[in-house]
């Protein structure tokens, strides 16, 4: 498949997403109407202020929540038509996290926390340990497979999520605020390593409220009240 046929084909599809919360008496429309598709390859920063439903929108991306009403599909698979079961292993053969907090497992090293997304496989794949072995290589701590996440630093800690968000190949790759607890040195290491899974033909959404991590991305997708307020792409902008 040519890079130009890559970059056609629609990883996430949402088509009038609403999302509304009850809250007490108050109805929160988290949501409203959303339209919009992501593609294969496409880098994409998602900004906006509190509240403007940045979070709403990345669960349900992720298959976390479901959409109110309206339709949201990853490949062309619709959610709303699977059951749990379906679900959790669309989320794990499809869709990467990396979160903030960096979500790994005090007890496990290295090794074991990349290898957590296919853990709840009913069969292993063939070699992968070896691909986590080669994941944790390339994030740079190949040297580091039986540390624990308490012998981390948080910049490491970040790369380790990172590996286990590429263990599975996936379609989309999610982060959320993933440089937000890291110091200015370390988060731009990790943006390096945005930049060339971006090169390499990766998708990813990246939640975040600081504008020069937006600017690292190819797009952004400005968000306001539920609706999207503002589409622009980088590109155009320093002229690449």
């Not at 059951?83 to 907090?101: A, C, H, M, T």
């Amino acid at each position: 498949m040519t890079q130009a046929r890559q970059a056609s084909e629609v990883v996430a599809d949402l088509r009038d997403v609403t999302r509304v919360y009850q809250m007490g008496q108050v109805e929160v429309r988290a949501l409203d109407q959303l339209t919009f598709q992501f593609r294969q390859g496409e880098y994409w920063g998602i900004m906006g202020s509190s509240g403007s439903g940045k979070s709403t929108l990345l669960n349900i991306l992720a298959c976390i929540d479901r959409p109110s009403s309206g339709s949201y599909s990853v490949r062309g698979t619709e959610i709303a038509d699977l059951d749990d079961d379906e679900l959790s292993e669309l989320r794990g053969q499809s869709l990467g996290f990396i979160f903030q907090s960096y979500n790994l497992i005090p007890q496990l090293n290295v090794l074991e926390n990349i290898l957590v997304p296919v853990l709840y496989q009913d069969e292993q794949p063939d070699g992968i340990e070896e691909r986590a072995v080669a994941l944790a290589a390339r994030v740079g701590l190949g040297d580091r497979l039986d540390h624990r996440p308490t012998e981390l630093s948080g910049g490491q800690q970040q790369r380790v999520a990172i590996a286990r968000s590429l263990i599975n190949d996936p379609a989309l790759i999610l982060a959320d605020e993933a440089t937000g607890n890291l110091d200015s040195k370390t988060a731009d290491e990790i943006l390096e390593l945005f930049d060339e899974l971006h090169a390499e033909g990766k998708t990813i959404l990246l939640v975040t409220h600081e504008p020069s991590v937006g600017e690292r991305c190819e797009k952004v997708l400005r968000l306001r009240d539920g609706k999207i307020d503002e589409v622009y792409d980088n590109r155009s902008v320093d002229g690449s």
